[in-house]
């Protein structure tokens, strides 16, 4: 194998390079914050737990809100319109929108920032597929919610729930003759959308706890401080920007451009400019994908228990971050034994780093194997007269980027450091770090994550925890001669600042200038200064919410009048017999065969209709009967541009299997004006309605 062969980038090993520059956006935010405000209060750091904050502010203020509002078509726009007029219920209803809006904000942000860490592959499938779930439910909880408020944002909604589900042969008639005019909008339909505003928080908060249900001490809600600040982030907002209604909804009238919230409303955009098939098709196609992402990556390899080493200490059970082992009975008055569910094990090795008796250990990178290769070290060290300096760097942090020989470890850019890369700090066994210092290396330097970037949760508290003494097994400088070790924790960004703290442990470790170990120490803040910084990302961060829930939108309507005429009509059973043959009738069981040996076949005609402006046809067609066997009515709704102004409008009605005869007809004069349409319903019983 060649030298160049042999030197690679320790970029965690496989890590697709192409999510990498993306998710230095997330991290450079991260890098500058952290600077700041301490990593507790660092929004980057716990999206979810703020995005559950928030979904309860929203829930709560919800409930609030049933006290003023009436669920109903005609009273729901006036109910919630009143409260600009008094001051705890308009607070409620902005407090309620801006929670909302602010919820699916750092969920599509956790979302992104999880896909271009690469932390969704197969082990991890249960939460990317459950999140997806509960981003999936949220968006209809807030759909349905702007439906509730019946204005013109409602109205598109409205209309664009009814193209869609029209696909669907779930409904007798097309839902879209609901919304025809202002007489006929359905009030249980109104209710049933109620319904679900309310039933579908149930599924929500499901959804979350199976996101959730894999993770050791999950931080599920944000804490006091941090709980504090997004209240009063959110009441400041309320009372600068308070959320009101839009315009009233009118069936007759197209809207031109409104504001929208565009963090749920945004499907409507390419609703009202595509086909209802081919919006399903996308959004089907979209959902294979996404669902799919888990298992388009190659899975990890897994931990295993060494069932005669383990002694029951239960120190992996305790650090695993994913509830990956379970403690069962090896046998009655022997102690436990440590089981790993391969299924849901990452290979972070971190139970590997727990393991007093090295039984927990991965396959490729274990205690064991990295002891004969410090051995190696040690050999080719004295080889050369020259003394062992041992860097161990994670494969996910900022010294990801150090290009070094796999087998040697030697690099160019750390010149007198052999390096090795771990997928975890966490996997760092205490005592591999104090054999190496007691048999000679002249020092030991740990690169890790930076603060809040860890790629398996809690590798670098653990690491700090157990160099510390805080946890077992403990690092015992007193067992480690007169060694010396560092641990750097470093922000994904800085890999140069890496290289050039690994050098300077180096030189002063060597010199003798820096004794003992040597921890990440506890950033010192200025208050005034974090206040500061809070204050600012604060209003940043509701600066992004109120921008995505308030934007312009212009309909793709170009405005023109319209004339929309629409029936539910039975066309005339008409009765087809003919004479069955002798093998036809010897194939019918005894009982059905009838005594004068014909079959009768009684189906609808079609419904025919043509639509006459100013004396000349502008629309005609034919309208099968509906069902199975086309013995149900006949449905139609035609969409007819016609100039601005006044016209004659006449409309023909056949329902026989003549052609000729046209056994309805309606006629009447009607202007014209833009942005309006006109709607013509017809019956049996009440004939032509002119709208």
Partial sequence: MSADSKLAVNSGERTDVLFRPVLRLFLWPNKI????????????????????????????????????????????????????????????????????????????????????????????????????????????????????????RARQIALGSAKLLDIIPIFD????????????????????????????????????????????????LTGRTMTIWISASLVVLSLLKPAYNAAPADMAVSPQMFTMDWLYMFPLFFIERMSGGIYWAGFLLTGIVLYSIPWLR????????????????????????????????????????????????????????????????????????????????????????????????????????????????????????????????GMLHSRLMERLLRTGAAGICIIGCGPGECSYRSGGDITQLRLSGGIDPEFRA???????????????????????????????????????????????YNAFV???????????????????????????????????????????????????????IQRRPAHMRSASGKVCERKRAEVRMRIFVDGKQSASGSYRASGLWQDGTSLAIENIPVLEGKHRVRIEIGDTLDASEWKFAGENEMEFSRWKRKVVLFDRTGGFTWY
Wanted: one cysteine or more; proline letters at 5%.
């Fill in 478 to 524: 007193d067992h480690a001669a007169e060694g010396k070790l560092a641990y750097f924790q470093i922000d994904g960004l800085s890999s140069g600042e890496a290289v050039k703290k690994v050098l300077k442990f180096q030189k002063e470790t060597l010199e003798n200038h820096l004794p003992g170990t040597l921890l990440n120490s506890a950033r010192k």
């Fill in 298 to 425: 190659r899975r990890e390899k897994t931990a295993t228990i060494r069932e005669k080493s383990c002694d029951g200490c239960t120190h992996c059970y305790r650090d695993c971050p994913y509830n990956a082992i379970t403690m069962v009975p090896r046998g009655e008055g022997q102690s436990l034994l440590s089981t790993i569910n391969p299924s849901l094990c990452t290979g972070c090795g971190i139970c590997s780093g727990s393991c007093p008796t090295l039984a927990a250990t991965l396959p490729h990178n274990s205690s064991r194997d990295m002891i004969d290769v410090m051995d190696r070290w040690f050999e080719s060290s004295q080889k050369n007269r020259e003394p062992l300096f041992a860097v161990f760097v994670c494969s996910s942090s900022a010294g990801r980027s150090i290009r070094f020989d796999r087998e040697s470890g030697v690099s160019q850019e750390l010149p007198g450091c052999r390096v090795f890369s771990v997928p975890c700090t």
């Fill in 33 to 152: 914050i952290h600077k700041l405000i301490p990593v507790s209060l660092n929004p980057l750091t716990q999206l979810g737990a703020i995005a559950n904050t928030l979904l309860i502010i929203a829930t709560v203020s919800g409930i609030f809100l049933l006290i003023w509002y009436t669920p109903s078509v005609s009273q729901a726009w006036s109910s919630l319109e009143n409260l600009k007029d008094s001051f705890l219920p308009q607070l409620m209803r902005s407090l309620h929108r801006y929670s909302s809006d602010g919820a699916i904000v750092c969920i599509l942000i956790h979302a992104l920032k999880i896909f271009f860490a690469g932390r969704f592959t197969r082990v991890r499938w249960i939460a990317w597929i459950t999140g997806l779930l509960a981003l999936a439910v949220l968006w209809v909880i807030g759909w349905t919610g702007y439906w509730l408020v019946w204005d013109v």
């Fill in 530 to 584: 974090s206040a500061m910084a809070g204050i600012c990302l604060a209003a940043l961060l509701c600066f992004l919410t109120f921008i995505g829930s308030d934007l312009l939108y212009s309909t793709p309507f170009t405005g023109d009048p319209l004339l929309v005429v629409s029936f539910n009509h039975p066309g005339v059973v008409s009765e087809n017999c003919r004479q069955m043959t002798d093998e036809e």
């Fill in 173 to 220: 008639e097309p839902m879209s003759r609901s919304f025809l005019t202002n007489d006929h909008l359905n009030s249980f339909l109104f209710f049933i959308v109620f319904f679900f505003h309310m039933l579908l928080p149930l599924f929500m908060t499901a959804s979350l706890w199976l996101h959730i249900a894999r993770l050791n001490r999950p931080n599920f």
